[in-house]
């Protein structure tokens, strides 16, 4: 930033040492470095205050020209009816259209274990979507446990 080299910071140091001595050096280094930390803080505070101002001006000028366009684009293409004016409008002269009632869904039965949405019953051609497994038979073994699972205890 300064564009002092290594060179010169050595000479600096030894000069410091020199004059200010040894016993003083570590107060003055300190007193240097809080000096340093101050004007730290405030150039960055300054160039966040900079910052700020600069994303405020682009965003009023992305307004502006969100804005603009917005204007173009309602002049290219006005509405037809605006929706303030509707209620003024006379309304369309359709034939009104009737729909037909539906037919009360049968009840189901009081003794059925799932209950069901009033209206759905399902279609016996569609197949599960899973087969139950078959019951083992009379007199099987369980399968013997897996060479990873825990072992029993006795």
Same mark, same amino acid.
């Given at each position: #930033?300064?564009?002092?080299?290594?060179?010169?910071?050595?000479?600096?140091?030894? $000069?410091?040492?020199? $004059?200010?001595?040894?016993?003083?050096?570590?107060?003055? #280094?300190?007193? $240097?470095?809080?000096?340093?930390?101050?004007?730290?803080? #405030?150039?960055?505070?300054? +160039?966040?205050?900079?910052?700020?101002?600069?994303?405020?001006?682009?965003?009023?000028?992305?307004?502006?020209?969100?804005? *603009?366009?917005? *204007? +173009?684009? #309602?002049?290219?293409? %006005?509405?037809?009816?605006?929706?303030?004016?509707?209620?003024?409008? &006379?309304?369309?002269?359709?034939? &009104? $259209?009737?729909?037909? &009632?539906?037919?009360?869904?049968?009840? %189901?039965?009081?003794?059925?274990?799932? &209950?069901?949405?009033?209206?759905?019953?399902?279609?016996?051609?569609?197949?599960?979507?899973? *087969?139950?497994?078959?019951?083992?038979?009379?007199?099987? *073994?369980?399968?013997? %446990?897996?060479?990873?699972?825990?072992?029993?205890?006795?």
């Amino acid at each position: #930033m300064f564009d002092i080299g290594y060179s010169e910071l050595l000479l600096i140091a030894i $000069v410091a040492l020199v $004059v200010i001595g040894p016993k003083d050096l570590p107060r003055v #280094m300190r007193t $240097v470095g809080q000096w340093v930390g101050r004007a730290r803080g #405030m150039a960055r505070h300054f +160039r966040s205050g900079i910052d700020t101002m600069m994303r405020e001006a682009e965003l009023e000028e992305m307004e502006k020209k969100w804005k *603009e366009e917005n *204007e +173009r684009i #309602m002049r290219d293409h %006005p509405l037809a009816a605006p929706f303030a004016s509707d209620a003024s409008l &006379p309304p369309p002269e359709e034939a &009104p $259209v009737e729909v037909p &009632p539906h037919p009360a869904a049968p009840a %189901p039965p009081a003794d059925e274990a799932s &209950p069901q949405l009033p209206g759905f019953e399902a279609d016996p051609a569609w197949p599960l979507p899973f *087969e139950e497994p078959a019951p083992p038979p009379e007199g099987a *073994e369980p399968p013997a %446990p897996k060479p990873d699972s825990p072992r029993e205890l006795p």
